[in-house]
């Protein structure tokens, strides 16, 4: 089967999604992120993508109050399900993270292992989209607001990248756009993904989240399990982005 759209995808995948070793890092990235930003317990913080809530039970753990947004039904029935398990009040929110409106802004928020960052559909304007969910996040937060985001590291990707590739039309240098067919190895099974992406790098996104109102602090290495304020490696899969609304 191959999935047409990333919402279809992350319904399907969502039952078996904390398998995935990436995600058994929630609780020492969520003290990492409280050691760079500290906010006092019961603050309100926004998750932006939030997936099966794995980052969300964490802040709730500690005493913050967390709203959740994510674009699939399927990860946010297994959020509210572990949120419900662990006996934490977490707020869920069925939405599209480039138009979502809430009703109050937060002290702090997320946007984590891509949260919806670069997941655009075939022929979609990736920098609009992104630019989108930068700017969404930035009307819900107060000034001040600490804002953390993780996600693809363009370097690492276009390192991989050959002329044969190009040949093949799989991606295009121009554009930095990838588009093919992915066969991903996933704790359900082998499954074939439509791949459309756009490439950027640290200095393009920092940009557009400069643009949408927020001031950028720093640049790190954000690749799950390897959280550190350390200088960004040229072939690790993601980079973090820390900042503050303006």
């Not at 979502?100 to 609009?128: K, W």
């Not at 969910?133 to 009307?139: C, G, L, P, T």
Request: hydrophobic share 45%.
């Amino acid at each position: 089967m191959i999935t047409r759209t990333w919402k279809e995808f992350f319904d399907s995948h969502a039952p078996y999604y904390e398998s995935n070793p990436f995600a058994a890092h929630a609780a020492l990235e969520v003290q990492f992120l409280l050691n760079l930003y500290p906010i006092p317990v019961g603050s309100s913080v926004l998750d932006v993508g939030c997936g099966t809530g794995r980052h969300a039970r964490e802040f709730a753990k500690r005493g913050y109050r967390v709203t959740g947004v994510d674009l699939s039904p399927g990860m946010l029935a297994v959020a509210r399900e572990k949120a419900d398990e662990a006996g934490l009040d977490i707020e869920f929110v069925e939405a599209d993270a480039k138009t979502f409106t809430l009703d109050r802004v937060f002290d702090a928020a997320v946007c984590l292992c891509e949260g919806g960052l670069g997941l655009i559909n075939m022929g979609e304007d990736a920098e609009a989209h992104d630019r989108a969910i930068f700017q969404r996040i930035a009307a819900h937060l107060k000034p001040n607001a600490s804002f953390v985001l993780t996600c693809l590291n363009g370097y690492s990707l276009i390192r991989q990248m050959k002329d044969e590739l190009i040949a093949e039309g799989r991606f295009d240098p121009a554009t930095m756009i990838a588009s093919y067919t992915d066969e991903w190895d996933l704790p359900e099974g082998k499954q074939h993904v439509n791949v459309y992406e756009r490439l950027f790098i640290p200095p393009e996104v920092t940009r557009m989240v400069r643009e949408a109102g927020f001031t950028v602090d720093n640049v790190y290495g954000g690749t799950a399990g390897a959280w550190a304020q350390r200088p960004l490696s040229l072939d690790e899969v993601e980079m973090m982005v820390i900042a503050r609304k303006l």
